[in-house]
C-alpha cells in the first residue's frame, strides 16, 4: 500500500494550515492545497465563499503525476527541474510550485486574482511551509512496540467481538 511521504500532524500541521489559510485571505485564492509528490492531500483549505470544491484527492493524485511528468521534461531539457506550473483557462487558474522535495503548494483561483500577486504571496508561503516541512524530518518516527500491536488486537477483539 502506498503510504504519504511526509507525518504531518500537530502543531506542524496547524502551522500550515495557518499559513494555507492566511495565503488564502490575502491573495484571494479559493483553494489551497499541500500535497505530497505520491498524491496524497497532506493539508487543504478552502475560501468561505468559495463554491463546493473539486475532488482533493483527483486533484492531488493529478497534481502530483503532472509535476513528475514535468521533472521528467525539465531533465530532458538538462534542468534540474521546474519550480511551478501554471495552467490558466477562461475562468480559472491553477498555479503549483514545489515545497522542498517531498510536496507540492496547489492554489486554484478566478481570473480575478491577479497571478503576480498569487506568486508573490506564494513564495513567501512556501518558504515558511519549507522550514516547518524541514523540522519534521528531525523527529525520530513513532516506534509502536508490541504492547501497542496486543493492546489494539485486545481493543478490536472486544469491539468487533
Known amino acids: 500500500m502506498i503510504e ?17 489559510q ?15 509528490r505520491k498524491g496524497f492531500v497532506l493539508s487543504h483549505k478552502e475560501a468561505l465563499w468559495a463554491p463546493r470544491p473539486p475532488a482533493l484527492d483527483s486533484v492531488a493524485t493529478l497534481v502530483a503525476s503532472n509535476a ?12 534540474r527541474t521546474f519550480s511551478e ?6 475562468n480559472g487558474t491553477l498555479y503549483v510550485e514545489s515545497v522542498g522535495t517531498d510536496s507540492l503548494l496547489t492554489l486554484i483561483f478566478d481570473a480575478s486574482v491577479p ?5 508573490v504571496y ?13 523540522e519534521l524530518k528531525d523527529i525520530p518516527p513513532v ?11 485486545a481493543l478490536l477483539d472486544d469491539l468487533l467481538g
Open 22 to 36: 492566511d495565503l488564502l485571505e490575502t491573495t484571494g485564492v479559493r483553494y489551497g492545497l499541500l500535497v505530497d
Open 4 to 20: 504519504p511521504s511526509l507525518a504531518l500532524y500537530g502543531d506542524a500541521f496547524e502551522r500550515v494550515d495557518q499559513l494555507i
Open 115 to 119: 497571478l503576480g500577486k498569487v506568486k
Open 68 to 79: 513528475a511528468a514535468t521533472a521528467a521534461l525539465a531533465n530532458m531539457l538538462g534542468e
Open 85 to 90: 506550473q501554471i495552467h490558466q483557462g477562461e
Open 122 to 134: 506564494a513564495k513567501k508561503s512556501i518558504t515558511q511551509i519549507a522550514a516547518i516541512l524541514e
Open 143 to 153: 516506534q509502536l512496540g508490541e504492547d501497542f500491536s496486543q493492546g489494539a488486537s
